[in-house]
């Protein structure tokens, strides 16, 4: 029976690890099932955080310009992880975009994991709603604030030991680890005319970047200029 583990949860600008970034990550470290230390960051993505993002999770473009850069994050995450399985409601989600992000670093992020939403729909199956706040009130867990990774780590976790304590003999199959799977997407680096005029508009508008032009990907600079154009309006002729 598995009582080690790496609960966690990330908060992110979409649903694509391809093509959207990690915001935010908690995670918390268990051993025989309580809980030994605690990891959170906020991470500095160098782009505008969604409207829907920041009504969903509270996180603003200010708190996410505090946060650490990516390569930091990952680092300290990969060694906080190291010689552990994973553990997240819905955890594929969860370790695309760890794994996505780890590779982008030269990282890497391989694991065997359990997934609590899985372990839910085979003990539970006449649950109506297994989301992580439907989860909780079902077996009483506090919260805490949801849609904040931390939070929603820490509540992974309270809902695992219920169900494993409630099913894990009667359906010992359900919380056997499983070897995590994700298949890495090349990203397509910014072109050479959205490289122009991506910088003709920030020089424009009078407006400084926290991330290099030229580490962007193309659909980052895509919606960087996309943004840019909607707040600001477009620049008056293209500068030579």
């Not at 600008?13 to 030994?36: C, F, N």
């Amino acid at each position: 029976m598995t009582d080690r583990y790496v609960a966690l949860d990330v908060e992110t600008t979409g649903l694509d690890p391809a093509k959207d970034r990690l915001l935010e990550i908690g995670a918390v470290k268990v051993e025989h099932g309580e809980i030994r230390e605690s990891y959170e960051t906020l991470i500095n993505t160098g782009v505008p955080v969604p409207y829907r993002i920041q009504e969903l999770t509270g996180i603003t473009d200010e708190m996410q310009k505090a946060g650490k850069p990516l390569e930091t994050a990952m680092e300290e995450m990969v060694r906080f992880c190291d010689g552990y399985p994973i553990l997240g409601h819905n955890v594929q989600f969860d370790y695309g975009f760890l794994k996505q992000s780890a590779v982008r670093c030269g990282l890497g992020f391989e694991k065997d994991g359990i997934d609590t939403l899985k372990i839910a729909r085979t003990v539970l199956p006449d649950m109506r709603s297994r989301t992580l706040s439907a989860m909780c009130a079902h077996y009483h867990v506090d919260p805490g604030n949801s849609h904040r990774a931390l939070d929603d780590a820490r509540s992974a976790h309270e809902i695992f030991r219920k169900m494993q304590s409630e099913f894990g003999r009667t359906e010992p199959q359900a919380f056997v680890l499983q070897k995590m799977m994700y298949s890495v997407k090349k990203e397509s680096p910014i072109t050479n005319s959205q490289k122009g005029y991506l910088n003709d508009l920030l020089k424009y508008h009078k407006i400084k970047m926290s991330i290099c032009v030229e580490e962007m990907t193309k659909s980052e600079a895509s919606r960087m200029i996309d943004h840019i154009i909607l707040q600001y309006g477009r620049i008056g002729s293209r500068k030579g």
